[in-house]
């Protein structure tokens, strides 16, 4: 039988190196991805908001810092706040927590992806990128593990290998070069993917 | 079984296990965010060894002790002195000098966990020469917790991070003077207290705490659900006067509550707003 399932959203992961590695994936999202993009970049807990000003005029979806209770909207790309966990709720509106740093982290990956992967289920898909800690394992593994999709970077284009190479050892569906990711995420996100 | 019938029994099995609580101990977690709940409780439920929220429900109900590990859990308890030194810096030089016109002031730490950001108060309060002009509530509804915060002892560890904060903050003192250390910890000074009332009140459950004039709720509101949201919102509401203060937590805000036209925003970026003056 072939089906086709669409992805309903995107999740991100990226620590070490991360300012690059967005500006390779994020600017070349397609506009007319509809589907919302939640982005976990590890930083100090007294950053400002230049990610999300830098971004804002790098892509073509509006970029925004998520909210608490924020309802999460089509076609725009959205930060975790520094200091704060995000979490997405059932009515797909955002949350956030100031529990403690979990894999060292606050805004944690895992929190991110696996608060996602309950509401998304098999409609998320989620991307780890460069990053020298193991954070976005656990995240992965709960997207998988709720028929979702995940991709990490190829740790031969990371500048931090161990995040995406931790990702890869606990598995993932797809491993690619940074290059290649922000194509294959916007003829997945447009098709679905077609299964047997 | 499938997967969803699985998700739903499971969260059958929550929404007993949260009712369990409450009948047995009276707390009422049922409009807490969902998603950080949910979180909480899996965590705490892998650590017991045990496999089911029934089984857990069990536990609750017969082990005290154990609900009491839960209820940290469920209570995020994570701060600093001076958290957020910024938003410390605007109080001084723009409440403060508010404030300073009434000739006594009333101030509310709601949700004051372990007293952080209480003795942070305190210490604003004495260098701006208000201490002797004010009472100081600080109620929490974890009455752990609240012990702590009474006692005023920290691990020695965080107070790199609290010394600058304090000076960040604006602080015109030498901050060691507000406490004593040994090898492991710190004791604030037992003068800190000398102006708060700590006590147990749960905003969820309890009543109106009148006439504050500035009202302290830093990320406690991020725990609740919408709903609960604007029930504790009406509670700070009834319990300021006119042109009274409320500080909420940095990326907290009125914006997704009924009461964005009660107050008018005093700082934005800080998250302080004011009871408008006349009720519309």
Same mark, same amino acid.
């Given at each position: 039988?072939?089906?086709?399932?669409?992805?309903?959203?995107?999740?991100?992961?990226?620590?070490?190196?991360?300012?690059?590695?967005?500006?390779?994936?994020?600017?070349?999202l397609?506009?007319?991805?509809?589907?919302?993009?939640?982005?976990?970049?590890?930083?100090?807990?007294?950053?400002?908001?230049?990610?999300?000003?830098y971004?804002?005029?790098?892509?073509?979806?509006?970029?925004?810092?998520?909210?608490?209770?924020?309802?999460?909207?089509?076609?725009?790309?959205?930060?975790?706040?520094?200091?704060?966990?995000?979490?997405?709720?059932?009515?797909?509106?955002?949350?956030?927590?100031?529990?403690?740093?979990?894999?060292?982290?606050?805004?944690?990956?895992?929190?991110?992806?696996?608060?996602?992967?309950?509401?998304?289920?098999?409609?998320?898909?989620?991307?780890?990128?460069?990053?020298?800690?193991?954070?976005?394992?656990?995240?992965?593994?709960?997207i998988?593990?709720?028929?979702?999709?995940t991709?990490?970077?190829?740790?031969k284009?990371?500048?931090?290998?161990?995040?995406?190479?931790s990702?890869?050892?606990?598995?993932?569906?797809?491993?690619l070069?940074?290059?290649?990711?922000?194509?294959?995420?916007?003829?997945?996100?447009?098709?679905?993917?077609?299964?047997? | 079984?499938?997967?969803?019938?699985?998700?739903?029994?499971?969260?059958?099995?929550?929404?007993?296990?949260?009712?369990?609580?409450?009948?047995?101990?009276?707390?009422?977690?049922?409009? @807490?965010?969902?998603?950080?709940? &949910?979180?909480?409780?899996? *965590?705490?439920? +892998?650590?017991? !060894?045990?496999?089911?929220?029934t =089984?857990?429900?069990?536990?609750?109900?017969?082990?005290?002790?154990?609900?009491?590990?839960?209820?940290?859990?469920?209570?995020?308890?994570?701060?600093?002195?001076?958290?957020?030194?910024?938003?410390y810096?605007?109080?001084?030089?723009?409440?403060?000098?508010?404030?300073?016109?009434?000739?006594?002031?009333?101030?509310?730490?709601?949700?004051?966990?372990?007293?952080?950001?209480?003795?942070?108060?305190?210490?604003?309060?004495?260098?701006?020469?208000?201490?002797?002009?004010?009472?100081?509530?600080?109620?929490?509804?974890?009455?752990?917790?609240?012990?702590?915060?009474?006692?005023?002892i @920290?691990?020695?560890?965080?107070? &790199?991070?609290?010394?600058? *904060?304090?000076? +960040?903050?604006? !602080?015109?003192?030498?901050?060691? =003077?507000?406490?004593?250390?040994?090898?492991?910890?710190?004791?604030?000074?037992?003068?800190?207290?000398?102006?708060?009332?700590?006590?147990?009140?749960?905003?969820?459950?309890d009543?109106?705490?009148?006439?504050?004039?500035?009202?302290?709720?830093?990320?406690?509101?991020?725990?609740?659900?919408?709903?609960?949201?604007?029930?504790?919102?009406?509670?700070?509401?009834?319990?300021?006067?006119?042109?009274?203060?409320?500080?909420?937590?940095?990326?907290?805000?009125?914006?997704?509550?009924?009461?964005?036209?009660?107050?008018?925003?005093?700082?934005?970026?800080?998250?302080?707003?004011?009871?408008?003056?006349?009720?519309?």
């Amino acid at each position: 039988m072939n089906t086709v399932k669409t992805y309903q959203a995107l999740v991100i992961g990226v620590s070490a190196g991360g300012l690059a590695a967005l500006k390779a994936v994020l600017p070349g999202l397609s506009a007319r991805m509809d589907q919302p993009v939640i982005v976990v970049q590890h930083m100090s807990p007294d950053s400002d908001d230049f990610l999300v000003q830098y971004f804002d005029k790098l892509c073509s979806q509006s970029v925004k810092e998520a909210e608490d209770k924020l309802p999460i909207c089509k076609g725009t790309i959205y930060f975790a706040p520094p200091n704060y966990h995000l979490l997405v709720e059932d009515d797909k509106s955002f949350a956030l927590s100031t529990a403690e740093r979990v894999q060292y982290s606050r805004p944690a990956i895992d929190v991110l992806f696996e608060t996602a992967a309950d509401v998304y289920k098999q409609g998320l898909v989620g991307v780890i990128l460069t990053g020298a800690n193991a954070d976005g394992t656990k995240g992965v593994t709960a997207i998988r593990a709720k028929g979702g999709f995940t991709i990490a970077q190829s740790p031969k284009t990371a500048e931090a290998k161990t995040m995406p190479g931790s990702a890869i050892e606990a598995g993932v569906d797809m491993v690619l070069d940074l290059e290649e990711i922000a194509p294959f995420i916007n003829r997945l996100m447009s098709k679905g993917a077609a299964l047997d | 079984m499938t997967d969803n019938t699985l998700e739903e029994n499971e969260t059958i099995e929550m929404k007993l296990l949260l009712e369990a609580i409450h009948l047995k101990y009276g707390y009422n977690f049922k409009d @807490y965010a969902n998603a950080h709940t &949910k979180r909480r409780l899996r *965590n705490r439920l +892998k650590m017991s !060894g045990m496999t089911t929220y029934t =089984d857990m429900m069990r536990r609750i109900i017969y082990d005290e002790p154990f609900f009491n590990e839960l209820l940290m859990d469920l209570s995020i308890n994570v701060t600093e002195m001076f958290r957020d030194p910024w938003f410390y810096l605007k109080v001084r030089e723009e409440l403060i000098p508010r404030l300073k016109t009434y000739s006594f002031i009333k101030v509310w730490h709601a949700g004051c966990s372990a007293g952080q950001e209480v003795y942070s108060m305190s210490i604003l309060l004495e260098e701006e020469g208000m201490k002797k002009r004010s009472q100081v509530y600080a109620t929490d509804f974890n009455e752990l917790i609240l012990e702590k915060a009474k006692a005023g002892i @920290y691990p020695l560890d965080v107070m &790199k991070t609290y010394t600058s *904060n304090y000076q +960040k903050a604006g !602080g015109t003192g030498d901050f060691s =003077d507000y406490y004593t250390a040994d090898d492991k910890n710190v004791i604030l000074k037992r003068g800190l207290r000398e102006k708060v009332l700590f006590s147990s009140h749960n905003l969820v459950t309890d009543g109106v705490f009148g006439e504050m004039h500035l009202i302290f709720c830093r990320n406690v509101l991020i725990y609740f659900n919408r709903k609960l949201q604007n029930q504790v919102l009406q509670l700070f509401y009834d319990s300021l006067i006119p042109g009274g203060y409320l500080c909420l937590g940095s990326k907290e805000s009125l914006k997704f509550t009924d009461f964005t036209d009660r107050f008018d925003v005093v700082s934005k970026k800080e998250k302080i707003y004011r009871k408008k003056l006349m009720a519309e």
